[in-house]
């Protein structure tokens, strides 16, 4: 293993590896030491808990992180591979990249795409120059997918189910005034296929995850005996699912030209307690940060069936985990 940028990149026996390794950890079971490693992390984005967890575990580890804020704490960045620079970016990813694997050992990086160009975009273009360009491993903290938080929510829910294999998650779009990243989307659908769970994706008409990640969910479920489904009706998607997985995301057919009438039309898409009633008593999580009483109500996200801060928590040892496998700890 030797960068973490997607979880289609892995097998189900690698992920399964990574979360044990965490669950030892975070049981205090299994000493891993990073001592004299440094991480580079570069938030390109904001971030709370993915800044705070990086910075947590490389200390925990007993190595160090140096955050980096490109444009606002260093330099910033031009991403484009022959581009004429006259702007307003003063540094090449490539020479950043390039010299940062002189100081570090290993690269995180978080950079959502700018919604202009999805064909583009969905390429995943910076993961994959990052890791031409770089001699040591590249963690992806969210680019077009979040591999760190999918890893999250399943040791979550492995702790609370057992076995997740024919259990069905309901991944459901909800309402968020502006047009979200799919990231969250696209990884906790496909590691929950790759695990055997029975996928549901439930969204508006005309926001669709793209196809590439669908039809991953669909393949990794055939090959699992489990069902894949995707429905426009919230509703009749919740019937019988054990875990409610929510989450915004912007729609591919409008990207680069968000309508915002659309978009509105659809506030009634929210993770309640009526649609709650709807499954077979399930599990609620989100990725957080979390719009309340708009993406999901204050009942459904206090409750004691949501797992919201357990999975949040959780990014802190899954990360220990990631790291101490590719910057040599275990």
């Not at 440094?38 to 580890?61: C, H, I």
């Not at 190595?63 to 484009?80: A, D, Q, T």
């Not at 583009?120 to 077009?144: A, F, G, L, Q, R």
Request: aromatic share 8%; proline share 4%.
């Amino acid at each position: 293993m030797k960068h973490y940028v997607a979880v289609e990149d892995h097998t189900q026996k690698e992920l399964q590896e990574l979360i044990d390794l965490s669950m030892q950890m975070k049981q205090g079971s299994k000493t891993v030491s990073l001592k004299g490693k440094t991480l580079v992390s570069m938030f390109f984005n904001p971030s709370t808990r993915t800044k705070t967890s990086f910075d947590l575990a490389m200390e925990q580890l007993g190595g160090h992180n140096i955050c980096l804020e490109p444009g606002s704490s260093s330099w910033g960045i031009e991403m484009e591979e022959g581009a004429v620079m006259d702007g307003d970016k003063e540094e090449h990813l490539k020479d950043a990249t390039k010299v940062l694997c002189k100081y570090g050992d290993a690269i995180a990086v978080r950079c959502f795409p700018p919604f202009m160009d999805w064909e583009h975009e969905k390429t995943d273009p910076i993961m994959k120059s990052m890791v031409n360009w770089s001699n040591n491993p590249i963690i992806n903290m969210e680019t077009i997918t979040h591999p760190c938080q999918a890893l999250a929510m399943m040791q979550t829910l492995q702790e609370k189910m057992g076995s997740v294999k024919g259990k069905k998650l309901l991944l459901t779009w909800a309402y968020h005034p502006k047009p979200l990243n799919t990231a969250v989307a696209n990884s906790a659908g496909v590691i929950a296929s790759m695990f055997g769970m029975d996928v549901t994706v439930a969204n508006p008409v005309g926001y669709d995850l793209d196809p590439y990640y669908t039809d991953i969910m669909k393949k990794n479920c055939e090959a699992a005996g489990a069902t894949f489904e995707q429905s426009h009706d919230q509703d009749e998607a919740a019937e019988e699912a054990d875990i409610v997985y929510a989450k915004s995301w912007g729609s591919i057919q409008q990207y680069g030209a968000f309508q915002k009438d659309v978009h509105d039309s659809n506030k009634d898409w929210i993770v309640d307690s009526s649609l709650m009633e709807k499954t077979n008593d399930a599990l609620f999580s989100h990725c957080l940060p979390v719009r309340r009483n708009m993406i999901v109500s204050d009942e459904v996200i206090d409750s004691e069936s949501s797992l919201v801060y357990e999975e949040a928590e959780n990014r802190l040892h899954v990360q220990k985990a990631i790291l101490a496998k590719l910057m040599g700890g275990v």
